[in-house]
């Protein structure tokens, strides 16, 4: 009959493992024999890495040198206590004289580093126009709101590149000269000065606004540079492609770190005699003193440092790994004491019942 | 359906609501204008009232409404009174098209978690303190919100569909202009308007009953879509117009009816009907059809509107879902709050930090920037900004997805709750109801357990087991028997499936629980309507072969129809001759007198009830009068004048064949059916061999019934054990009672058994075929319907044979066993037998009891006419009153049942449910406790507390009846000790080894001990100063069982338990006397069984069977629980780790 087909069961559910909840599962019981083994592991395996990326970093030859000019530390005081004075900042220099006892094995990289220096500050940070940055002609004239009060000069020219992080952009600079035989002359060294920069950053992020007759100064008519800037942003650099917005220096900067101690790539050494690292003598950096760093109770330092597969000299992250490690494995030892001696008491209870 | 009345308005139907109320309007104005604007003479007022549907304050706020016939000639007097009231139409929408953004949007904004979203998208629109990208934070909140909007829409819309279908259903309203009943819309329906409704319609307002096609003015109504009870009720048309033999004419209908204003009781109803004269009838509950019923058994009723559209009882008592917030869900919001005042830690040390460290740098201009203006921000207010930015930084902390997730998920777990298919129930075709949606949980956790016993650990099937009459046990050996063997057939009957009777039930029973919910107000009864539609098609299609027994009838299964008599009880009976009833002397011999207490007590069986008489091959056509044999009966002096003639003809010759006009039929049947249970007592004669015994192992023993018994009318000739009515008697096993409790119709059909055949009844008599008597047809004066204060119910009936007044009692045995005439005028001997039947029938109780038997006493009284007269007076005037009637009514039943005589006492059974025992069982082993909570009385409490294994037979018995506060301190005090000393432990041992789960060798090492406690020792019990002593003598038992409790004292006993010993409970029950405790405990449990759906209307959740609890709590509660605890600490882990 068919109505009784339909109207049977009507409110019946359906019978599938679905809805009865049957589908295939599983749960880890996660008794002693499962969790012990798992345990001791972990453990090593996290030791091993640990090691493994601890003798890496350790391999990883670093050469720092404060040149903050704190007084009685070398040369550049003269230059701090000029610094002082927080006048329109005098041309200073100083140098750094060091030896190498043998070769400083390469790619080796110049870093400048800053500590103290709080760029992670939130009005910091988001105090630049990154449509600005990229070039775009309309925004060039129009900075963002983020930038005040760096946003245009008291002339009302906006300022290019608008912002705190632009202002405060570092303006000490190195070359690096090599001696050698003790007593002879001192030879630069050739810092490459481009391609320090992320790929990204200066070919998609940062461009020029589009020249104005050929001439890059045209297309920056109308702008000021930033108050603390000595000269416009297009003459950053003599060369053309390394100039205005796309100045490597500049991007570089313009990158802000997390962390108030950072260090940002200045050049990289790997032209001529000195692609296999830099050989063992003497060397002079000469150090063009501009920025002031003791007023924030800021430091200086300059460092040469070469790579590894696992990047930089970064002791720590193998340090963790070591102590997770041994700590998985004590752990899988606490237990498996426990385990043991509790799981003869359960056997004792059991008899007893 | 028939086409909708105005082909305008279903064009209108596929607008938009918005739309469709300015059409609406319009047409409505326009249409009046049109059609001679006596049709509807709406005020503005009146549309306003029902339009705006918030603002509805009738002119008379007060206690009462005046309702006026919405016609012309009252057209003044209408606009003073009934004009404000709301009409039919209902919305159940929340919105309109135009207020749907603003008021969901505030709706949703009542929603904490929504509006902390708010709160952080507008903080993050502060410049100063701004975290994001604006745009980026309103991003999820719109989303949610749109989700949430959507889904609000489409239930909104869903609701609106359904509301326009009930609106435009069509009904008969009277119209003036054209002076008869014309098609409307239910929404057009306005209090004041006739409306005249045929056989299966649905009732679209309350209404007061003035007409009825019934030559007595009754009319059935199947409440159903109301309150989920499938059995009819009566319904009267007002005094006064009953007797009127023609319709009742709207024209002329001049009255004014007086009743009190909008309320959602339903059992309620009180008002007067004044007539032009100022003559004033009294209006009942019993006059008024409720909006949503149907019509049943009566060809047409015609009544006046009085409450229309949301002033409907139906429509006031449709409330939402039930909100309750779950144990775990609380913890989860203290939780919150920790995180709460963890973020507020967080972000005031970050704003301190950033303060400090600033003040540092105040002059750098470095990398602290100066303002666009040029000003330094000073440390105190950038550190406040940063407080704020760090709310915004660290929002995630507050896990407010956690409550929508948490929401979702418990969607889904009642989405595997309802689609169990464990829970399914073929026979009611019902499965798991979860009424309230965030619970689940909960049912994992549960540690007390408080049951109902009928209906909730028994079937409430009643089954008529033994009777006791003038002193006698009978006890029915037989059908014993018959109902073992049932048990047999139902269980091959589960089997084989395929069979067109089995499929046939099957296809029937699907009504019930397809009408279950109440909130679509008429549609679930409508759907019945078709249910039933079809069913008495079927019914005629298949003609008389097939009894479609299950859809004809509540509480009328084989198992329960079907009793055979006992042949010692019979053998009396047959005694019964008319000459009893000529008055030869004062002195009548014992054995005579016996006999007549048998035959009052059978005539008390069939007529002390109010079943409804029906044939199923005419489903729900009544059998009245008209349907009987044709003999015209006149009047009752003729019946006995007739009767006279013929016993007096009739003992002159001893044959019982000689003429007998007034029911030929009768003793030719009474001798087949005798053959015919001498027959069926062969069916299994082997079963006859085994199973003494068997049945009822610890009762069988000190039967009075002498056991060779069976053996004597066993006929070895006749080989084949049919059970089906022989051919001479057709109708009368066909007739079909509708009882509104399963005990009434128990016991009609054991009355039917002894060939007392109830075979009609109106409101003004009962027909009752008895044996060697033929048809007698009892004047039926009164009846006083059983409540349950009084605990009995008596019906006031005319004797046809002796002419008194007679009254009828059938109640609890400990209330008329009170009643019973202390000094009987019938002189010393009899008041000594009296006294003898009354100490034996005690006795038998008292075995019933034991048996588990439900146990009722039957009791009469004659009355003299001026008695009656008397009493009638004083009765009347306590009907009429408007205020404390049911005090008035109470006090008159009480003069009215008194002096009784004990005629006898039945004992019915009510058969345990299916996998009761084994649910207890495994809900004790999981260490929940369990209380069974009944009305019943001690032993048979007791008695089904061994049988559902609550109590186990090695288990120490306590019980607690005393009669006063003292005594049961006393007594609760010793049993304390004495349990403490069987236990050296203490009951609540402080484990040696926390933490560890307590191993379940410890429980059964220890004494198992139950606790029965009376309704009386109750009280004291939960009386403030023994509440303590209580609970800890509770805490020692396994079990406890607590009779005789009321359904007040049911809840206050989960209240106590709930509140001092902090746990979890559990209350399930089917009636609605166990709504209270329902609605008290954590979690309600409602049986969709044969009590109405009163409790599952309270209920949070709704089983069809008790043994489905067992794996809603052991397995889907576990589940739920534990499922949740982790998502909720994952939450927490996530939230507070991760960011």
């Not at chain 1, 108050?227 to 003459?235: A, D, F, K, Q, T």
């Not at chain 1, 950096?285 to 300059?302: C, S």
Request: hydrophobic share 35%.
């Amino acid at each position: 009959m068919t109505w009784s087909a339909t109207a049977r069961g009507a409110h019946q559910p359906d019978n599938t493992a679905f809805t009865q909840q049957r589908l295939p599962a599983w749960q880890p019981l996660l008794s002693a024999s499962i969790a012990l083994p798992l345990f001791f592991c972990a453990g090593l395996a996290f030791i091993g890495l640990g090691l493994g990326l601890f003798y890496s970093s350790y391999g990883i030859k670093e050469l720092e040198y404060d040149y903050t000019g704190n007084p009685g530390t070398g040369n550049c005081s003269a230059c701090a206590l000029a610094d002082q004075d927080r006048a329109p900042p005098l041309r200073c220099s100083c140098a750094w004289y060091f030896s190498l006892p043998e070769l400083f094995p390469g790619p080796v990289y110049l870093y400048y580093e800053l500590t103290n220096f709080y760029q992670n500050n939130r009005r910091y940070s988001v105090s630049r126009d990154d449509t600005q940055l990229s070039g775009l002609p309309s925004a060039l004239l129009h900075p963002a709101n983020e930038c005040a009060p760096y946003q245009r000069r008291a002339s009302g020219l906006p300022i290019a590149p608008c912002g705190a992080i632009a202002n405060s952009l570092f303006n000490d600079s190195f070359s690096l000269w090599h001696q050698r035989q003790p007593g002879g002359p001192y030879v630069e060294v050739p810092l490459d000065r481009t391609g320090i920069a992320w790929w990204t950053d200066c070919h998609v992020k940062f461009r020029n606004p589009p020249l104005v007759n050929g001439s890059l100064a045209l297309a920056f008519q109308g702008t000021a540079p930033p108050p603390n800037w000595p000269r416009p942003v297009y003459e950053l650099s003599p060369d053309p492609n390394n100039t205005g917005f796309i100045n490597q220096d500049f991007v570089v900067w313009m990158r802000t770190a997390a962390l108030p101690t950072f260090r940002k790539l200045y050049a990289r050494i790997r032209q001529g005699n000195y692609s296999t690292g830099l050989p063992r003598g003497t060397y002079l950096v000469n150090i063009t003193y501009n920025y002031p760093v003791r007023a924030f109770g800021g430091h200086k330092l300059i460092v040469f440092s070469n790579i590894s597969w696992m990047g930089g000299k970064n002791p720590f992250l193998g340090i963790a790994y070591l102590v997770v490690g041994s700590l998985c494995i004590l752990m899988g030892f606490v237990m498996l004491v426990v385990y043991i001696r509790y799981q003869d008491q359960n056997d004792e209870d059991e008899d007893a019942e | 359906m028939r086409a909708p009345a105005y082909p305008g308005s279903a064009r209108i139907l596929d607008m938009t609501e918005c739309l469709q109320w300015a059409r609406y309007h319009w047409q409505r104005l326009m249409g009046s204008r049109n059609r001679d604007d006596d049709e509807r003479p709406y005020s503005y007022s009146s549309l306003l009232a029902c339009g705006g549907k918030s603002s509805q304050t009738p002119k008379l706020a007060g206690k009462h409404r005046v309702v006026v016939p919405h016609l012309r000639p009252f057209k003044d007097e209408y606009d003073k009174f009934s004009g404000t009231y709301v009409n039919n139409r209902i919305r159940t929408t929340k919105y309109t098209l135009l207020n749907f953004v603003p008021r969901n949007l505030f709706e949703q904004f009542h929603r904490a978690a929504n509006l902390y979203f708010l709160f952080l998208a507008v903080l993050n629109w502060v410049p100063l303190v701004e975290a994001f990208q604006k745009e980026i934070t309103m991003l999820p909140l719109v989303v949610v919100l749109t989700i949430i909007a959507i889904k609000d829409g489409l239930e909104d819309y869903r609701k609106y569909k359904i509301d326009k279908q009930i609106n435009n259903l069509v009904t008969q309203v009277y119209s003036r202009k054209e002076k008869k009943y014309v098609d409307q819309c239910w929404k057009d329906v306005a209090v004041g308007d006739f409306i005249r409704l045929s056989c299966n319609e649905v009732i679209p307002a309350d209404m007061v009953l003035l007409f009825s096609t019934d030559p007595d003015g009754i009319c059935h109504i199947e409440t159903s879509g109301l309150d989920g009870e499938s059995n009819l009720k009566q319904r009267q048309v007002v005094r006064g117009y009953a007797e009127q033999d023609s319709e009742v004419d709207p024209e002329k209908f001049s009255s004014k009816i007086e009743c009190e204003s909008p309320n959602n009781d339903l059992n309620r109803f009180r008002g007067y009907l004044e007539h032009s004269n100022k003559e004033r009838v009294g209006l009942s509950k019993e006059n008024l059809l409720l909006r949503g019923c149907t019509i049943r058994n009566t060809e047409a009723v015609a009544g006046i509107v009085v409450y229309a559209g949301h002033e409907t009882k139906a429509m006031l008592n449709n409330s939402g879902p039930r909100y309750k917030r779950s144990k775990l869900e609380r913890r989860a919001n203290t939780d919150v709050l920790w995180c709460v005042l963890l973020l507020v830690v967080m972000c005031l040390t970050g704003a301190l930090g950033h303060g400090i460290w600033l003040s540092r740098y105040e002059n750098i201009m470095f990398f602290n920037i100066p303002e666009p203006d040029g000003h330094v921000i000073s440390p105190v207010l950038a550190g406040f900004y940063m407080f704020w930015t760090m709310i915004i930084l660290l929002q995630v902390l507050i896990p407010i997805s956690l409550y929508v997730s948490i929401e979702i998920v418990k969607l889904g777990q009642i989405y595997f709750i309802q689609s169990d298919v464990d829970f399914y129930n073929e026979k009611m075709d019902s499965t798991v109801q979860c009424r309230a949606l965030n619970i689940t949980e909960d049912l994992g956790q549960i540690q007390y357990l408080f049951s109902d016993k009928t209906g909730t650990l028994t079937e409430n099937k009643m089954v008529f087991r033994r009777c006791s009459v003038a002193g006698f046990d009978y006890c029915h050996e037989e059908n014993a028997k018959r109902l073992e063997s049932y048990q047999e057939a139902i269980s091959e009957d589960e089997d084989s499936t395929d069979t067109p009777v089995d499929s046939l039930s099957n296809m029937v029973k699907p009504r019930a629980p397809s009408c279950r919910s109440v909130h679509n107000g008429p549609l679930g009864s409508k759907c019945s309507n078709h249910l039933a539609g079809s069913c008495s098609a079927l019914g005629s299609r298949e003609g008389a072969s097939e009894v479609p027994h299950s859809r004809q009838a509540a509480f009328s299964s084989p198992i329960e129809t079907d009793v055979v008599p006992d042949t010692r009880l019979l053998d009396k009976f047959s005694q019964i001759t008319p000459q009893l009833f000529t008055p030869l002397d004062e002195t009548i011999p014992d054995p005579l007198l016996e006999t007549l207490y048998i035959m009052d007590f059978f005539i008390a069986l069939a007529i002390c009830n109010t079943v409804v008489v029906s044939a199923p091959n005419q489903p729900r056509q009544k059998i009245g009068l008209s349907s009987l044999s044709g003999m015209p009966i006149k009047s009752l002096e003729e019946i006995k004048n007739l009767f006279q003639r013929l016993s007096v003809r009739r003992s002159s010759s001893p044959s019982l064949a000689g003429g007998k006009e007034p029911s030929p039929g009768v003793p030719n049947a009474f001798v087949s059916r005798l053959s015919l249970f001498s027959r069926m007592k062969l069916a299994s004669p082997v079963e006859e061999e085994t199973s003494p015994g068997s049945e009822r192992p610890q009762g069988s023993g000190d039967s009075p019934c002498p056991p060779d018994m069976e053996k004597q009318n066993s006929d070895p000739g006749l080989p084949e054990g049919e059970t089906a009515p022989s051919p001479g008697q057709p109708s009368t096993s066909t007739l079909c009672y509708e009882a509104e409790s399963p005990d009434e119709a128990a016991l009609v059909y054991a009355a039917r058994a002894y060939q007392c055949t109830l075979r009609s009844r109106t409101p003004e008599q009962v027909v009752v075929d008895f044996a060697a008597l033929g048809s007698l047809t009892f004047q039926l004066l009164h009846i006083l319907p059983f409540d349950s204060v009084r605990k009995r119910m008596s019906v006031v009936v005319r004797h046809p044979l002796s002419n008194q007044v007679v009254v009828y009692t059938k109640g609890a045995d400990s209330v008329i066993m009170e009643l019973l005439s202390v000094a009987s005028p019938d002189g010393a001997s009899l008041e000594k037998q009296q006294m003898i039947i009354r100490e034996k029938t005690q006795k038998h109780l008292d075995d019933y009891a034991r048996r588990g038997l439900r146990t009722l006493c039957i009791a009469k009284k004659v009355m003299s006419d001026a008695e009656y007269a008397e009493w009638l007076r004083n009765h009347f005037l306590a009907e009429t009153s408007i205020d404390h009637r049911e005090e008035l009514l109470l006090e008159s039943a009480m003069r009215l049942e008194n002096k009784l005589t004990l005629l006898g006492a039945t004992g019915i059974e009510d058969r345990l449910q299916e996998g009761v025992p084994e649910s207890i069982e495994a809900l004790q082993k999981a260490g929940i406790k369990i209380w069974m909570l009944t009305g019943d009385k001690q032993e048979t409490a007791v008695n089904i507390a061994y049988a559902c294994k609550l109590l186990e037979a090695g288990d120490k018995l306590f019980i607690l009846n005393t009669q006063s506060k003292d005594a049961c301190e006393r007594l609760m005090s010793t049993i304390l000790k004495e349990l403490q000393e069987k236990n050296p432990a203490s009951p609540e041992p402080p484990s040696p080894r926390e933490g560890l789960p307590r191993l379940p060798a410890t429980q059964d090492s220890r004494l198992r001990a139950g606790l029965v406690i009376t309704g009386k020792a109750l009280e004291f019990a939960l009386q403030e100063s023994l509440q303590r002593q209580f609970l800890e003598l509770t805490a020692c038992c396994q079990a406890v069982v607590c009779c005789r409790a009321t359904p007040l004292q049911k809840s206050e006993v989960v209240k106590l338990v709930r509140n001092h010993l902090r746990v979890m409970t559990l209350a399930i029950g089917d009636g609605a006397n166990d709504v209270s405790m329902i609605q008290v405990a954590d979690i309600g449990i409602g049986i969709s069984g044969q009590e109405g759906m009163q409790a599952v209307m309270a209920s949070d959740f709704a089983i069809a069977q008790f043994k489905h609890l067992g794996k809603l709590l052991l397995v889907h509660g576990h589940w739920c629980y534990t499922r949740l605890s982790n998502m909720i600490l994952y939450f927490f882990y996530k939230n507070v780790e991760l960011p």
